[in-house]
């Protein structure tokens, strides 16, 4: 997989903790800095590990799905865009404020903001493209996303929120239409 498709794929993946970092930095008054590092390394972390768990259990099934891998890699990159879309379209994304809610919360935000990335990690699997360039890249991108977010937030408030979970969507089914593409016509 290409540089530049794995950076796209890893600012879609981001879109959605970046979301709920904007969400969370709102409320932010005070050690946005602390909140910025905590949130980053936390929701990067997440994001770069759940690809490597969705590849472990993608190896095992790569045997099988050899031949439909390109339409796999779009049905699933379609749906988790879709999905993406639809929420931020019905203003269903999360909201928070990350001092209020302690660990167990973010935690619980950190692994749902990186499911999106575990069925990532299966198509990297089907398609049997190396896994470390791609998590450093994700989780890399995700950190920066994310402090960045809790930045904007305190700053802008809820405003970047909706248009980020879109954005991501859009990037996610661009992948896979492009993956599609390439298998049907080159």
């Known amino acids: 997989m290409e540089f530049t498709t794995t950076l796209l794929l890893a600012v879609g993946l981001?879109?959605?903790?970046?979301?709920?970092?904007?969400?969370?930095?709102?409320?932010?008054?005070?050690?946005?800095?602390?909140?910025?590092?905590?949130?980053?390394?936390?929701?990067?972390?997440?994001?770069?590990?759940?690809?490597?768990?969705?590849?472990l259990g993608?190896?095992?099934?790569?045997?099988?799905?050899?031949?439909?891998a390109p339409w796999i890699a779009f049905i699933l990159l379609a749906l988790i865009g879709g999905k993406m879309i639809l929420e931020a379209v019905r203003g269903e994304g999360e909201s928070v404020q990350f001092s209020d809610g302690?660990?167990?919360?973010?935690?619980?935000?950190?692994?749902?903001?990186?499911?999106?990335?575990?069925?990532?990690?299966?198509?990297?699997?089907?398609?049997?493209?190396?896994?470390?360039?791609?998590?450093l890249t994700i989780g890399a991108v995700t950190f920066a996303f994310s402090a960045a977010g809790v930045f904007i937030g305190s700053s802008f408030g809820h405003i970047l929120g909706e248009k980020?979970?879109?954005?991501?969507?859009?990037?996610?089914?661009?992948?896979?239409?492009?993956?599609?593409?390439?298998?049907l016509f080159f």
């Open 58 to 68: 993608g190896v095992s099934l790569a045997s099988f799905t050899a031949a439909y």
């Open 14 to 55: 981001a879109m959605d903790a970046f979301a709920v970092s904007i969400s969370g930095g709102a409320a932010l008054r005070e050690g946005r800095g602390r909140w910025a590092l905590i949130i980053g390394a936390l929701f990067g972390g997440f994001q770069a590990g759940m690809p490597v768990l969705g590849w």
């Open 102 to 135: 302690g660990v167990a919360m973010l935690l619980l935000l950190a692994v749902a903001t990186s499911i999106d990335a575990l069925a990532v990690g299966i198509t990297f699997a089907v398609l049997d493209t190396p896994i470390l360039l791609p998590v």
């Open 164 to 183: 980020a979970g879109i954005l991501g969507g859009v990037i996610l089914i661009g992948i896979g239409l492009r993956v599609l593409l390439e298998h």
